[in-house]
């Protein structure tokens, strides 16, 4: 059938066609405190440090509370790290919020996540990564003006047509990509923060003076500051997405949330910091490529060198979104919540090539229809809507079920400050500042209700489907496996 629950045995023929695969597909396997740190760290790390400062700062009004909003998202992903490491450590299982929900709520909210998710959320992170490193890879050449929209769309496409093929060819290169890219986020970072220091040891600090002057206190744009912040704080849950390949996951998880997140809310203080002593807020304001600007204005001729830095750093970022973004997409296939198309790999690539196909499908649509910031907070309000949710099973299970096996225990009064400020951050916009898009999403995930009834509670499956389903599987040469080979 088109939709049904993997089964977890394979015929012999296909074991053996996969057992040959199974080396390079489990890049992740047996991931240690350093790697689980890395992984934490190097997703985090990437677009949106160098978009979002001008648009906390445009929403906070004041250098000082943007830092603030800053501070507080550092806090809160280390918040809703800690809570998600108590649950990786009960329902010892990948797949992230998806199979919380599933276990915890069961199948009809999973299924509303996973239909989100695929659709709308991991496309839209996709399509905003690529937006972010088309306008840093088009930016050296329109000095002193905006760079036109359509070229930097185009390049955003290219970028994820380029992602398409290198993912779906080759599952080493794509890693190497990625661990190539993350040193240069890392030494992009640096560059800004030194010279950052140095611009404060000359004594540039008027940015600094009266800096709390002109602050917003409206709760919706409070509200949609945290959004643009949290964005940059994106990958805080990302070990959970692999808890079943975490060396003693109980310890690993928690640990490495302790390490990762704190030294990448430092990171982004000081490069924000970096950025204000270099520009005047009105500067930053009026930056579309705020690290580009502050490279014109510390590095003089070396400027191209933040422009490349960033642009590789975004490329690699947006590569690691792609890689892991069949993961969800495959799991909720496995329990019968997608189509079978979209579990299967292909049979040389050992790839999960439709997952791949589709994701990048509908980040093309992402990019033709949104910008930077607006795909950037329907993403967060989708984002923080499941994760209030996910943690609301935390605290279910820590109330009616405290005799689970738990090896590390978050106290009760973090995760209920996490799902007090994700219903701030899903009601406040709403209440403030109401826009039909919002009410566009809601209906979206409402949608799901259509498909989920006939598709997978009643098992009923269409014969095109089906015969849709054997079509793509000869073009696409990709053929069922078990959920150890991906």
């Given at each position: 059938?088109?939709?049904?629950?993997?089964?977890?045995?394979?015929?012999?023929r296909?074991?053996?066609?996969?057992?040959?695969?199974?080396e390079?597909?489990?890049?992740?396997?047996?991931?240690?405190?350093?790697?689980?740190?890395?992984?934490?760290?190097?997703?985090?790390?990437?677009?949106?440090?160098?978009?979002?400062?001008?648009?906390?700062l445009?929403?906070?009004?004041?250098?000082?509370?943007?830092?603030?909003?800053?501070?507080?998202?550092?806090?809160?992903?280390?918040?809703?790290?800690?809570?998600y490491?108590?649950?990786?450590?009960?329902?010892?299982?990948?797949?992230?919020?998806?199979?919380?929900?599933?276990?915890?709520?069961?199948?009809?909210?999973?299924?509303?996540f996973?239909?989100?998710s695929?659709?709308?959320?991991?496309?839209?992170?996709l399509?905003?990564?690529?937006?972010?490193?088309?306008?840093?890879?088009?930016?050296?050449?329109?000095?002193?003006?905006?760079?036109?929209?359509?070229?930097?769309?185009?390049?955003?496409?290219?970028?994820?047509?380029?992602?398409?093929?290198i993912?779906?060819?080759?599952?080493?290169?794509?890693?190497?990509?990625?661990?190539?890219?993350?040193?240069?986020?890392?030494?992009?970072?640096?560059?800004?923060?030194?010279?950052?220091?140095v611009?404060?040891?000359?004594?540039?600090?008027?940015?600094?003076?009266?800096a709390?002057q002109?602050?917003?206190?409206?709760?919706?744009a409070?509200?949609?500051?945290?959004?643009?912040?949290l964005?940059?704080?994106?990958?805080?849950?990302?070990?959970?997405?692999?808890?079943?390949?975490?060396?003693?996951?109980?310890?690993?998880?928690p640990?490495a949330?302790?390490?990762?997140?704190?030294l990448?809310?430092?990171?982004?203080?000081?490069?924000?910091?970096?950025?204000?002593?270099?520009?005047?807020?009105?500067?930053?304001?009026?930056?579309?490529?705020?690290a580009?600007?502050?490279?014109?204005?510390?590095?003089?001729?070396?400027?191209?060198?933040?422009?490349?830095?960033v642009?590789?750093?975004?490329?690699?970022?947006?590569n690691?979104?792609?890689?892991?973004?069949?993961?969800?997409?495959?799991?909720?296939a496995?329990?019968?919540?997608?189509?079978?198309?979209?579990?299967?790999?292909?049979?040389?690539?050992?790839?999960?090539?439709?997952?791949?196909?589709?994701?990048?499908?509908?980040?093309?649509?992402?990019?033709?229809?949104?910008n930077?910031?607006?795909?950037?907070?329907?993403?967060s309000?989708?984002?923080?809507?499941?994760?209030?949710?996910?943690i609301?099973?935390?605290?279910?299970?820590?109330?009616?079920?405290?005799?689970?096996?738990?090896?590390?225990?978050?106290?009760?009064?973090?995760?209920?400050?996490?799902?007090?400020?994700?219903?701030?951050l899903?009601?406040?916009?709403?209440?403030d500042?109401?826009?039909?898009?919002?009410?566009?999403?809601?209906?979206f995930?409402?949608?799901?209700?259509?498909?989920?009834?006939?598709?997978?509670?009643?098992?009923?499956?269409?014969?095109?489907?089906?015969k849709?389903?054997?079509?793509?599987?000869?073009?696409?040469?990709?053929?069922?496996?078990?959920s150890?080979?991906?």
């Amino acid at each position: 059938s088109t939709m049904r629950r993997r089964k977890t045995t394979d015929s012999p023929r296909s074991s053996t066609d996969l057992g040959e695969g199974k080396e390079k597909l489990r890049l992740k396997q047996e991931v240690g405190l350093i790697s689980a740190v890395s992984l934490i760290a190097g997703t985090m790390i990437g677009s949106g440090i160098f978009m979002s400062p001008e648009w906390v700062l445009y929403y906070m009004g004041s250098p000082a509370s943007s830092l603030l909003i800053w501070a507080a998202c550092g806090l809160l992903a280390m918040f809703g790290a800690l809570s998600y490491a108590e649950l990786g450590t009960v329902i010892k299982e990948s797949g992230g919020e998806y199979i919380y929900i599933l276990r915890i709520f069961g199948s009809f909210p999973a299924f509303l996540f996973a239909y989100t998710s695929v659709i709308l959320v991991r496309p839209a992170g996709l399509a905003a990564v690529c937006l972010s490193f088309a306008e840093y890879a088009v930016a050296p050449f329109y000095p002193g003006c905006s760079s036109p929209q359509v070229v930097i769309k185009c390049t955003a496409a290219a970028c994820i047509l380029l992602l398409t093929i290198i993912n779906c060819l080759n599952v080493r290169l794509a890693t190497s990509i990625m661990n190539i890219f993350t040193v240069a986020k890392l030494l992009a970072l640096l560059v800004i923060v030194v010279g950052g220091l140095v611009l404060l040891a000359k004594g540039q600090t008027q940015s600094f003076q009266n800096a709390f002057q002109n602050t917003t206190a409206g709760v919706g744009a409070v509200g949609v500051a945290f959004y643009q912040g949290l964005w940059s704080y994106d990958g805080w849950n990302n070990l959970n997405y692999v808890t079943e390949e975490l060396k003693k996951p109980e310890v690993t998880l928690p640990r490495a949330v302790m390490i990762a997140i704190p030294l990448v809310t430092c990171l982004y203080l000081l490069v924000n910091v970096s950025y204000l002593a270099a520009m005047t807020p009105s500067e930053l304001l009026s930056s579309e490529a705020v690290a580009v600007t502050w490279g014109d204005k510390v590095l003089g001729s070396w400027a191209w060198l933040i422009s490349l830095s960033v642009a590789l750093s975004t490329f690699g970022s947006s590569n690691g979104t792609f890689f892991s973004g069949g993961r969800v997409c495959y799991i909720a296939a496995r329990e019968g919540h997608m189509p079978d198309i979209l579990s299967m790999a292909h049979v040389r690539c050992l790839t999960p090539s439709p997952a791949l196909l589709f994701t990048s499908a509908m980040s093309l649509i992402m990019i033709i229809s949104g910008n930077f910031t607006s795909i950037v907070n329907f993403f967060s309000f989708i984002a923080w809507l499941f994760y209030g949710m996910t943690i609301s099973g935390l605290l279910y299970l820590k109330i009616k079920k405290p005799e689970l096996p738990r090896s590390y225990k978050v106290p009760i009064i973090i995760p209920v400050i996490v799902l007090i400020a994700a219903v701030y951050l899903v009601v406040a916009p709403i209440i403030d500042q109401p826009q039909m898009e919002i009410l566009y999403i809601v209906l979206f995930i409402l949608s799901g209700i259509i498909l989920y009834f006939p598709l997978v509670r009643f098992k009923w499956h269409p014969r095109f489907l089906e015969k849709l389903t054997l079509h793509l599987q000869l073009f696409l040469e990709v053929a069922p496996t078990t959920s150890d080979a991906i």
